[in-house]
Structures are given as structure tokens and as C-alpha cells.
């Protein structure tokens, strides 16, 4: 299954769900935020959102930034 | 000395936001620093409770024990402000918005951006307003960076933004204020907390700005690129203090003409 | 806040005049105070070690029990600081000088100032220099209120003065720094201690000074005739330590055009 | 006798030096310096220094002042 | 003299509106004069060759010989800039325009303000961009009043606007270009005649306003509210040429120390 | 307009410099340009009459026919004007004086110039003023660079100088007036003439000085050093007519609020 | 005939046109732009532009008036 | 005969007074002042001023110089 991963196509096999997704990239106990096909999916929806070929996936954190 | 201090501050004279106090004045950014160390010991030598921090794609593959911005400025302690810094449209920045949002458990306060020009990093006004009227709406408490235009933020106001956020100069400049004028009706006018965005280069800079009568100041840059960061943190948690103590304190009037502060008479000759 | 404070400040960043060491670099007059106790108060909350007085004339058959200000600023605590307020030659400074040395058992640092003109308060130069000379050949130690003229101060300096004490605006005016140029280049030529005297008229303003490495401010108006004189006292006192603070920490450099404080790479659109 | 006393003459009877001058004035114990007749007087002198009539005397203190 | 002159700036050197070229960058307001014939001897003093005039309701019942503005500024010879000066909504200003086209049989060439405060007469930035839209559907050629945001200017001009006329102050305030940096961004990026409109206060600020690189000048009150506004208005002719030239001749770099004109080498010692 | 200005323009505010009078109260220097011709046009462009010349030993060996500065600058059409340029002591300064007098044939004009410092160039007052004293005594009219201290140049004159000349700034930097307030007082305590000499970098600047009072402005490197000279000097003219003219017609008042110059009443809605 | 000219409401007999109101008013031959009824009416149809009772009618000039 | 001229020592020769040694040097006619010995010697004074060996003369003309 290829997914559009934070702007890149990538391909992933025996992930189903987001939070399969999330442990795959080794994200598991970060603070994350996730959007699938431009919609934000509430961290206790990861588990029961299904992915499918060509979704669209943002998964963004926290990083430094100030003024504009 | 803490005991002086503590006699002659008000202690009521906090900056208050979305209904939450601060005892500080001074908010910063978390860009441009060495490292997270360094970010983290400026925080503190500024003494802020709010800071601000940028949400960005998580960088796949990287180190996952790399550490993380929200390790370093734990959100128990401090107030998260997310930006959204580098968002060039208003469907962006609310789009940033509500993924801060859901970042931080349900966590509404925001920093508007919408900025029209990568080269000057100026605010695009018209979506400001657009954005801001849309987040007020989502339920956001938006504090918004915003030209100096005393109208423009009146407008920001009544569509509800906490704060607003005019700059002082381009951002990252270090200029200092550049229309005080314009500082001085936007603060007159306003209802909500107007706090200085941008431009600060430093310690003078900021003290200025609270004399103004500002409520607060952000700022990233003027800390950041300085040669030593944690002492220029310092000195700009001292300088917000100074300006707004000075602004209360009530200045002495400007004269063209001396005034000894000496007697003149029962000179001994 | 002590912690920090203690852990980011050089502790050996002290004031040093004529071999003594001063954790304060904010020196105040004494005059335009409401009450002995105000002026005290107003001290206390700049935090001063070195403190200005006049030499005047005993009000013959005054109440004996009236305060006297050296009860208020006792020798013991302070560096006291005679002053030659009003001596508009080098004759009446000397001997204002002398007469204070009495005053207080042998004490040898005076602050000379010779007047020029009752109206503007402005040094005469020549008057100054030829006092300087004398007062110096008599064993004082001279701290010298000066114009802004980089060679007059590397004259003053020759002579033997031991603080070199530029005004920046005219005595009372409080206009703020006039010409950094030349404040600059007295800061960079000099080997004794420079210190802005007079013309400050709020916080920004003894900000400003230090940030161009002046050693110290030194100020009464501004903190006498502020609505609250013992607030803008430690305004004063928040603000010349963040102008130190700023200028060893280096500031960033100014730039006509913006600069990004968060990165403008990898944003989620 | 007649002082010159601070700028006012003024007459003194039996008052012979700068010490009972001091005393007659209510000034004792006070932090004071004292030119007599244009000279610096120190504390020490005040009892031997005897005054004469048509003397010049100044007595100053410490006041509040600031910069000039 | 004249000579001298015509031999050194170049002739070509006009400003461009709307295709119709000026050999004068000073544009000037007719209003606050003593009376009619101070106006026009202002006018002329100023060498003025766009005037601008308010579009008011006739007074019913005046005395029908009482003299008129168009007579002393005749717009056969000077080009009539009708403004929308006290419109506070985008509806009033089109309007405006619209009767001044039928009063000046046609001219299309008009002065959009659309203000949005009665105490600063700083511009509604919204309600001016929706004016300007429709007024340029409309084929007026518009020259716009509006504040110093770069992007707000750049959108202008994107608009259709022949002209952009950020304020430099507060109208009438006589306070100077209070934020050089905007203009100067502003001037940067356009495509069309920038003209600093409110904010001058005395001849330099003109000339500061041309050196920054604007394109011309428009003022009223300092003019007017000179002691002697017909020799105000010569002062600001030569300013506005002054700034031009000195703008067109390229500045010598600012330095921090000296650089002698005489050369310090051959001294007969 | 040549017929506009006249009317306009008092032709008795002259300039009066040792009993002359002078039509320009623009002075100029002759280093820096990059040869005679270029020399000479911007002396004219700049409608000068008063022409300062630096005195300096013969280059023995040189070709004999080789232009010189007195033939472009012919005493018989301008003032000359030999400075002092280079003497740092007050010996120097006189004795170049009086080399000028004998090449100038017993004119005895002078500007007295003695450095106090290379690098600065910035004068030193007690040999500045000994040697005023010395020329003064010598039968010389002596025009004197100085600081911009109220109570020396007030000396200067008590001396019989025949003009003070204060810097704005470090010569040759070009960084403006920095101490307006000294000016302004150097101006209301004279008698003779007030000349800034020194620290213009543009057009504005040579406006600020004059609109402060001052009676003549003199530069060189402005001039000389922007990237076309000839321009510059033509825009240094009107800058300087421009700041008189300002000076004498009595500016508006500053207002920190707007003051409307269209009436807000009489609007068609 | 009642009028609201200029905001306020006077009363004319005997005039039926824009143009007869013009006159009426003794402004023949002055620089003016009217509107009718919130309607620009051009200067060569001020004659045939009849007028009815309870009309809005504004009369503008050019007047003295600079920066906004 | 050695002269210190314009801080070089140089040798003339057959050249006994100022003028001799101005128009020795080419400069006649130019608008120059000259020092002898310390002392400026008036234009009308050359012809009459003798020079001896070790003399020292400097001449000077106006050139080019502006603010300090």
C-alpha cells in the first residue's frame, strides 16, 4: 500500500490502521498530531481509522519557532 | 533586594490572557537556538510562562531518541502558544491551528500568522482577519500578529482576538520600534492586551515598548542571536520589567531646558 | 528568580572607582524628593551604593531635631558622593570640595561639576579642566561631570580623574542620550570608569546608555519628579542592569530585512 | 562681638571660639564643616580656633542634590 | 542660476500619473488657507502642478458672487485631484467620486480615502481596497490613501490603483516619516508612483520622504499652518527637489568615524 | 518661477559673515572630487560663494603647467576660504594662517581647525580656543570648527571670532545632526553667525541644520563622495534654501493626533 | 412643492426641473454636480429631469481641502 | 649650497635669494607663500632675501581641502 506520507510516497505492507502506521515510523508515545486526507484524526481514533492505498497523511510535532 | 522588590511591585500587576495571570511580561520564541539546552536555560533566564513554538511535519526516520521541544518546555509548566509561522494563507494557519490544537489535548490558545511576503515577513491583513474570524468561531483564543495599523487591530478586537500582537519592525531585525505613535493608539484603544511582535533588538528595545504602555513582549531573535543567548534573556526579563515600572512609575516630563536637581541658593559664597 | 539570576550574572562584573568595587552600576542624587523619608526609599529601591549630595550653607536656627540627610544616607552604608552642584568656578568647586572633605573625616571622592550658564547647566570646559588639575594635585579623588567631547574626556582622564561623566542631555531635561556617537567614543578611549550624568529621563533611556558601555548612570531627576518616584526608582535600577546585561551579552546585528525565527522548511502543506 | 555669620552678620556675646559658637547655634553634635575666615577649620580646631570681631564664618552640611 | 539648474537635473526626470507627466513632485491640498487668494499664491510659491480639492455640499443661500475654488485653481491649468476626504465607508468615497467625475465634466483621475477613525483620520484598509475595486471597474484612475503596509500597497496596485499614497504620520500631525523602513519596502516593490500623502511637518521631512525614494509628496497643513504659508510652500518646492536629487545623486556612505576632506599628508610641519 | 521666488524671497536675508554679504548660505570644500573640472562644477552647481582651500607645501618637481585650484576658484569671483585642515596643535593653526594670508595676499579670513585627533578629527577646544585668541589678536577674521558646547562657542565669540562653525557629526561620516538641542541652544545664545560644519550626508540634513537656525551650513564630503557630485551639490543648494526658507515661514506645531485639513462637515451623506 | 435639498427640506412653487431649481437657486452658470433622488444626473439632463414632491436632491462644488 | 626645502635637503646651485630659487624651481608666476627660516617672507621681500647654505624654506599653495 502506498501512502502520501508528510509529502512523500512511500510504500508500507501490513499496516491497516493510522496507529499501525505510527508504530511502523517508530512514533509510538510522541507527541504527534495527524491529519489523513486533510482531516485531523483525534489521537483516540488512530486505531480504528483504516488506511487505503494513496491516502494522504500529515503527521506533524512541536519544533522551535518564535516571532512570524 | 527580593524583599525591596517585592515591596515595591504590585503584585496585581499581572498581564492577564484568555482569563489566565502571568507575572511575566516577556514571552519568547524557541527558534534559532543552539540547541534544546540552550533554549531551555533561556526560558528560564528570561523568566517567561508563555512560549510560543512552531508545529512542523515530524522528520520521518529521524533518531527516535532524539530529544523534544515539549521535554524541554514541559507544557505543565509553561503556557504552549503554537504559531503559525510560515503559513502564507488563511486556510493554513487555521489548518496549523487546529493540528496545534490537537497536539496539545484540546489546548486553544494560538498565534495567529498569515504573512504576505517571504522576503519581509509583513503580515497579509485582509487574511488575517479572515483566519481570525474563522478560529474565533472554531472556538480558538487567537493572539494575533498584525501590522501597527491602530484600525486594523480595533477590527481584531472586536472579532474577538485575546490579543494583539502589532510588530515593531520586520521580524528578525532587530530595529526597534519603529512608529511609536502608532504603538500609542493601538494600545489607547484597546481592550485586550497589546503586545509587541517582532523588531526587538535589544534590552532598550523592549523597555521602550512597555513604556509605550504595551502589555507585554515577544520576541525570539533579539535572544537568540545574541552572542551570549542566556544573559541577553536576562537582560531582557529585567528590560520588561524596567519599562513596565517605568510606565507605571509616570515619567518625568521631557524639558527643552536644564533643571537642577541641586539647590541653587545657600551656596556658601 | 535569585537562582537563576545568581547562576547567569558574572559576579565579578563590578563597578570598580578609585579601588573600590561596586555590585550597583546606578549612582542617584539626592535632591527633589518629597521627604528624607522618600529619598531613602527611592535609594533603597535603586539598589545604589554610591550616593550624590550637595554642600550647602546650615540654615542657621532651624529646628535641631530636623532629620539631617546623612541619617538617611549613612557614610557607613554608602559611598557618599559630595557634589559641587552650583559652583560656576573652578575656585568655588575647589573650595565646595574641601569643605566637604571636612564634612566627612578625610573622604577624598568628590563629583566636580563647574557651570557654564545657570539656564542650561552646561560644564565650562576650561573651568573644569584647570579644577580637575588642582583637586587632583590636592589628593581627591575626581569623578567629573563633563560634556560629551571624546577629547576633553581623554584630557580629564590625563589629569588623573578616576570616572569620566559625560552628560547626555541637559541636566533635568530628561531628553535621553543625545549623541551616542560621541558617548561611543569616550566608552572605547577610555581607562577609567564612564558614566552617563544627566539628561535620563526613564528607563530606555539608562537602558541605552549601558548598551553602549558606559560603566554606570548616574540620575536624580528622573526618579525624583516621576509620579512615583520609588517605582521608577527600581525601574531604574531593572533597567541599567539590563542594559549591562545586553551589552556583554552582545547583540544581534541589524538588518534592513526580516529574518524567520521559526524555519521556513517542512511545513505539513 | 559681630559674626559674619553664613552671609548675615550677626552679633554674639560671650562667644570666644568656633566650638562655642557651634554650642550657642544648637549645631552641637551635628555633621557640620566650618570655614573660618576663608580657612578650612577641622573638627579638632574648633576649640582652640578663637574668633574676633568682623570674623567671617561659614558652616555648611550635606544637603540632598543630584546631578549638577 | 536657472542656468546652472537646467544643466544639471534631467529633464526627463518627471513624475508619471495615470501617463500624464509632472516636471513637480509636490502635490498640494487647498484646505485651512486664510482665504482664496493665500491658496493661490501658496500654489504658485509651491509650483504645484496637481491640486487636490473636497467635493462639498454648495451652500444654499450664499452669496451667489462669492468667489470659487476652481477659479483660482484652474483646471486648465493644473490637474484637479478630487479626494474623498471625510468618507468613513467605501459607499460614501465611490460616491464622491462619482459626483466630482460629473462636476469636472469627466475627469477621472480622484484621491480615494476612506477613513476609519474620526481622531487619527487613519485609513479603513478593507473598506479602501473594496473602494478601490469598484472605482477602478468603474475607469477612474485612483490615487491611494492608505498606511504604510508594504503588502497592502503591493495589493494596490494589483488592484488597478495609479498611484500609492501611504501616510508618513498622523494627517495634520507634522510629525515626519515615522517608519522609513515601510516606506522604503514599499518604494521597493511597486510598479507605480508612491507618493507620501499626510505626515510632513516641515521642509526636511519632505526631503527625507524623496531621498527615501518616493515619487512625490502631497501636504496641506504644513503648509497651511505655517506663520507664512506661501513661503513654507517655496520652502517645501526646494525640499521636494532637494530629497529628489539628492536621492537620484546616490548619498555618500554613513561611517562612524571621520574621513578628512583635506588630505593629511603635506603639511608644511 | 525665477519671478515667483523673487517675490517670495526676502532678498535681505543674507548672510553676513566679517561685515560681507552673501547671497548662499552654502560653503563648500574643494577635496575629494576627482579632479579641477569636477571641482569646479560642483561649486557652481551648488551656488557657493564662499570656497574653503587647504594650504599645503608645493609638490617641488611637478609640472609646472599642471592646473591650480585658484584658477578654478577665482578669488576675485568667490571667498576663499583657507582652512587650517591637518594642524593639530595651536601653533600649526596659526602659522598656516599666516602662510595663507601671505598666498592670499592679506586676506584674512581663516577657518581655524585643530585637531585633537586622527581618527576622529574631532577638534580640541583649549587649542582651538588659544589659537582664536592668537589670530584674533593678529588682525585675522577668524571662522572656528568647534564642538557643539553652547558655553565654548559663546566663548568663541567673547574672543572676536567671526563665526562658529560646531560639527553636527564626525567629519567626513555623514551621519547628520546628532545633538540638535546643542545647535539650537549655540544658536539662540549667538551673535555672529552659526555655520554647521561637518557630519551632513544628504540633503535633509543640510535642511535640519538650517531649520534649527543656523545661518549657513559647510560641507565637502557629501558632496564630493556622493555618486554624482555636480547633482548632489544642486541638491544641496535647494536643501539649503529649503531649511532657511522653513526656518523663517515658522513651522506648524507638532500634534500628536490628526488634525483633518478637508472640513469634516458639509459631506454630501 | 416640498424639496430635500442638501439634507434639508424646503418648499418650491413653480419649479418642475432640475434645471428651473438651478436657477431658482441662483446658481446658473456655477461648477456644480447634483444628484436626483441618489442618482448622478449629467449636466445636459438637468432640463428634461422633472422633479416630484418629497424628492432628494444634492448639489455639490469643489471646496478647499487637502491631505484627508 | 645645501636647502632644507619642503622638508628634503637638495643642493642649488648659482642661486643666492628666494626669487633666484623660486624661479630655479619653475614656480614663478604661481601664487605660492614661502617660509625662510621659520619667518614668511612677504612677496615684495624675495628678490631682496639672500639665502645661506643650510637655510630652510618652505613654499606653499592652496589646494584642495574641505571641512576639517
Redesign the interface.
Known sequence: MNIRLNGETRQFDGVQTLAELVAELGLDGRRLAIEHNGEIVPRGERESRRLADGDRVEIVHAIGGGTP | ??E??SA??DPDDVLIVAGRRYGSRLL??????RD?TQ?GEAI??A?AEIV??????????QD?DEP???DVVDPARFT?L??T???FTAE?AV??C???R????GHNLVKL?V????????????AT?AAAETLVADGFEVMV?C??????A??LEEIGCVAVMPLA???????GI?????IL?IVENAGVPVLV??GV????????AM?LGCDGV?????I?????????A??????V??????Y?????????????????T????
Not at chain 2, 519568547?28 to 537556538?33: E, N, S, W
Not at chain 2, 504573512?115 to 485582509?126: A, F, S, V, W
Not at chain 2, 519603529?178 to 502608532?182: D, G, I, P, V
Open positions: 533586594m527580593a525591596t522588590a515595591i511591585a519568547v520564541g524557541t527558534g534559532k537556538y534544546l533554549t528560564a533566564a523568566g510560543t513554538v512552531a508545529i512542523r511535519r515530524t522528520n520521518i526516520g527516535p523534544n521541544l515539549l504552549i503554537p504559531n509561522a510560515g503559513c493554513d489548518r496549523t487546529r493540528l496545534a490537537e497536539l496539545l489535548d500568522e504573512l504576505g511576503d517571504p522576503k519581509t515577513l509583513y503580515p497579509d491583513m485582509p482577519l500578529y501590522n501597527d495599523d491602530p484600525i486594523a480595533r477590527r519592525a520586520p521580524i528578525g531585525s532587530g530595529l519603529q512608529n511609536k505613535y502608532n493608539s511582535d517582532a533588538g535589544t534590552a532598550s528595545d523592549a523597555a521602550v513604556e515577544l520576541m525570539n531573535t533579539a537568540a542571536e545574541a552572542k551570549n543567548p542566556v544573559l541577553m536576562s537582560a531582557m526579563r529585567h528590560a520589567i524596567a519599562g513596565r515600572q517605568a507605571l512609575a509616570g515619567r518625568m516630563p521631557r524639558r527643552r531646558h536644564a533643571s537642577a536637581s541641586s539647590p541653587l545657600d551656596l556658601p559664597f
